[in-house]
């Protein structure tokens, strides 16, 4: 599961802007404002084609395992495969439900405050992933293992090993690399918001 981050550069741009504002006079609030609005905008495009994404795949897998389930003998993998992909759609659907839109007539507080709860529920989205979106499909595959007879060198070992270290590297580049990704830029759109006290001091 590819999960798509603002690049870093974007924050500290941000960042920059309220240095410089600092220095050479007032904030400007609403420009900020409507930058970081911007900034959260994209971010929620972004997780929305790549939930399209993850859905588009979902539909492929469910239209194969129902003409899969047309044979008797292989309905019993059909319909478990049908559960797995069923499963990951609807967790990764009710993940994001709950995400309130921007409201137009915030102020760059509570943009800022959206642009950080979004951040934290993708950590959060991340970090559990062997479970929703790893362990599933592995189930599945170890199914497959057990009831399909292997024809290749190896027999069900080779499958299971080649199965497993597959589903932990899906969940290191999701919890380990994307994690780390989404805390480094978290980290600096945090800093955003440290860089307006002092100029708001000085105001």
Same mark, same amino acid.
């Given at each position: 599961?590819?999960?798509?981050?603002?690049?870093?550069?974007?924050?500290?741009?941000?960042?920059?802007?309220?240095?410089?504002?600092?220095?050479?006079?007032?904030?400007?609030?609403?420009?900020?404002?409507?930058?970081?609005?911007?900034?959260?905008?994209?971010?929620?495009?972004?997780?929305?084609?790549?939930?399209?994404?993850?859905?588009?795949?979902?539909?492929?897998?469910?239209?194969?395992? /129902? =003409?899969?389930? !047309?044979?008797? %003998?292989?309905? +019993?993998?059909?319909?478990? @495969?049908?559960?797995?992909?069923? *499963?990951?759609?609807?967790?990764?659907?009710?993940?994001?439900?709950?995400?309130?839109?921007?409201?137009?007539?915030?102020?760059?507080?509570?943009?800022?405050?959206?642009?950080?709860?979004?951040?934290?529920?993708?950590?959060?989205?991340?970090?559990?992933?062997?479970?929703?979106?790893?362990?599933?499909?592995? /189930? =599945?595959?170890? !199914?497959?293992? %057990?009831?399909? +007879?292997?024809?290749?060198? @190896?027999?069900?070992?080779?499958? *299971?090993?080649?199965?497993?270290?597959?589903?932990?590297?899906?969940?290191?580049?999701?919890?380990?690399?994307?994690?780390?990704?989404?805390?480094?830029?978290?980290?600096?759109?945090?800093?955003?918001?440290?860089?307006?006290?002092?100029?708001?001091?000085?105001?």
């Amino acid at each position: 599961m590819k999960f798509d981050q603002e690049p870093i550069d974007q924050e500290k741009e941000l960042i920059q802007m309220w240095q410089e504002s600092s220095l050479s006079g007032p904030i400007n609030s609403g420009q900020l404002a409507r930058e970081i609005a911007a900034k959260v905008e994209r971010f929620d495009r972004k997780i929305l084609w790549r939930n399209r994404r993850e859905y588009a795949a979902g539909v492929v897998l469910i239209v194969w395992f /129902l =003409w899969l389930s !047309l044979d008797p %003998v292989r309905r +019993p993998l059909a319909m478990a @495969g049908l559960v797995a992909a069923g *499963f990951v759609m609807i967790f990764l659907w009710r993940s994001h439900r709950g995400t309130p839109p921007l409201d137009a007539a915030a102020d760059v507080r509570s943009y800022h405050a959206a642009l950080l709860d979004r951040y934290d529920r993708q950590i959060r989205l991340l970090r559990r992933v062997r479970y929703w979106y790893v362990l599933p499909p592995y /189930l =599945w595959m170890l !199914l497959v293992i %057990v009831l399909v +007879p292997s024809r290749f060198p @190896g027999g069900r070992i080779s499958h *299971f090993l080649v199965a497993t270290l597959f589903a932990a590297f899906v969940a290191w580049l999701n919890e380990g690399y994307g994690v780390r990704k989404l805390r480094a830029s978290r980290r600096n759109a945090e800093a955003l918001l440290q860089e307006e006290e002092p100029g708001e001091r000085e105001q």
